[in-house]
């Protein structure tokens, strides 16, 4: 009877130990599952965050073109009263050639504005035009590609999802092979006592 005892106790503890490989294996899997979840989430994190840059760099760039857009309205402003009171205080002036001079030197004063005016809003327009486009393509193609890299990351978790399982239950029954060899073994030893 003790012998039976030792026997059965013997059994337990192998299939206890057995089971307990079993779990571990499974935890290890399971385990290096989740740190493969975290890295996802990680990435996920990392594209929120650069769209939230991309946004706040939006956010400045059309603060930037307002600004540009009123220095240069204001400059327009400046050089339009210039030229006002540069007429109004030349309005009269006592003949008819002295008239012809200053209306002379008025065109002249239009032009030279004109110039100045082009030369300083083109440049700052086609700038802030280039610029602006620039960083809407920027962030067309950052949305595509995290878009892209989202429909992937989905894909290979399916895939993982189901070589750890497949995995898991090759291992479980790779332990119930062992199993059965051990309980023959064991059953093959007691027949023999």
């Known amino acids: 009877m003790d012998a039976n005892k030792n026997i059965n106790k013997e059994t337990m503890m192998a299939h206890l130990g057995k089971q307990s490989s079993r779990n571990v294996a499974d935890f290890i899997w399971d385990d290096w ?6 890295m996802y989430v990680y990435q996920s994190e990392m594209a929120n965050l650069t ?15 307002e600004n540009t857009m ?8 400046f050089f339009e009263d210039i030229k006002n009171n540069y007429q109004n205080n030349t309005k009269n002036p006592g003949s008819e050639q002295a008239a012809r001079a200053f209306e002379e030197w008025n065109q002249h004063l239009n032009e030279f504005f004109k110039r100045i005016q082009l030369l300083t809003a ?3 327009t086609a700038s802030l035009t280039t610029v602006n486009k620039s960083q809407e393509q920027m962030e067309a193609s950052f949305k595509s590609l995290i878009e892209q890299q989202k429909k992937i990351r ?3 978790k399916s895939l993982m999802v189901n070589f750890v399982n497949e995995i898991k239950m090759t291992q479980r029954e790779m332990a119930a092979s062992f199993e059965a060899i051990d309980k023959n073994k064991t059953i093959n030893t007691r027949s023999e006592k």
Request: charged letters at 30%; glycine letters at 2%; proline letters at 3%.
């Open 122 to 124: 083109t440049p700052a």
């Open 70 to 77: 009123k220095i240069e309205q204001e400059t327009k402003n």
């Open 154 to 156: 989905e894909e290979i």
């Open 51 to 65: 769209l939230q840059t991309i946004e706040y760099q939006k956010e400045v760039w059309a603060q930037t073109m």
């Open 33 to 38: 599952f989740v740190g493969l979840k975290l």
